[in-house]
């Protein structure tokens, strides 16, 4: 049987990526958990072959942070999308120096994003 959310064979993987979290990502994360949007998310989400840092089933909204790591894999992440996209899901993507530099704006644009998918 083929798994379209969370792979139990990468079970392991996921765990680990939350128990290693950014520090970007626990920011975003406490974000998504206290701002009252409404919806609810999930983190380190596995959709397909792929873990995804953020997830809205209601939605279907993949937010997703990148780092350093992603400057060198543009292809993949390039791969990434498009299979996310072809399974309805909105790709939002920040880098962590953004998430830095302007918090605000990062949080505003996830606010309006989810307005505008909950239409």
């Known amino acids: ?70 400057d060198s894999r543009q292809e993949y992440d390039s791969e990434r999308d498009g299979f996310l996209a072809g399974h309805g899901c909105t790709v939002l993507h920040f880098k962590n120096q953004t998430i830095r530099d302007n918090l605000q704006g990062v949080l505003e644009k996830i606010k309006q994003t989810i307005s505008s998918l909950s239409i």
Request: hydrophobic share 40%; aromatic share 12%.
């Open 1 to 70: 049987m083929r798994f379209i959310h969370n792979d139990p064979l990468m079970k392991d993987r996921r765990r680990s990526l939350r128990n290693n979290s950014t520090p970007e990502e626990v920011i975003v994360w406490n974000y998504l958990m206290a701002s009252g949007l409404g919806k609810p998310f999930r983190r380190q989400f596995g959709i397909g072959p792929y873990i995804v840092d953020f997830y809205c089933f209601k939605l279907k909204l993949v937010i997703e942070l990148d780092g350093p790591v992603h």
